[in-house]
């Protein structure tokens, strides 16, 4: 079982750019599809981004593309995501969460119910 721990998140004014960082422990790094989710307050979570185990696929909100990017480093145990031209509608407490790969032709996932093991979170408030 895979334990997740996010750090990074802050306080940052409308256009700043944050990465954030989610450590991973107790299980095979690279035996999981990895995302991440976001929720603002008085809203459900929400996928932000995902990437497959050896990274070369990934798959982005609508709301974050082009500004956001996942990237993960299997020898590290960890995932990332760099935010760039953060908006005010960013703000959110940020969740990286892990689903075990079953199957090789299994999809990357895009709900919350998809994925098994779950950080705190971390959250991010970006001011206008």
């Known amino acids: 079982q895979v334990q997740l721990v996010e750090s990074g998140g802050g306080l940052v004014q409308a256009g700043d750019s944050l990465r954030l960082s989610c450590a991973a422990s107790?299980?095979?790094?690279?035996?999981?599809?990895m995302g991440w989710f976001r929720r603002a307050p008085g809203k459900e979570r929400e996928f932000v981004a995902a990437?497959?185990?050896?990274?070369?696929?990934?798959n982005y909100a609508d709301s974050v593309k082009g500004r956001f990017t996942i990237s993960r480093d299997n020898a590290k145990n960890t995932l990332y995501l760099q935010m760039n031209s953060l908006k005010p509608e960013d703000t959110a407490v940020y969740y990286c969460?892990?689903?075990?790969?079953?199957?090789?032709?299994?999809?990357?996932?895009?709900?919350?119910?998809?994925?098994?093991?779950w950080g705190q979170g971390t959250q991010v408030t970006v001011s206008s």
């Open positions: 990437m497959t185990w050896n990274g070369r696929s990934t």
């Open positions: 107790g299980g095979t790094f690279s035996f999981y599809t």
């Open positions: 969460a892990a689903r075990p790969i079953l199957l090789p032709t299994q999809a990357m996932g895009v709900t919350p119910r998809e994925y098994d093991y």
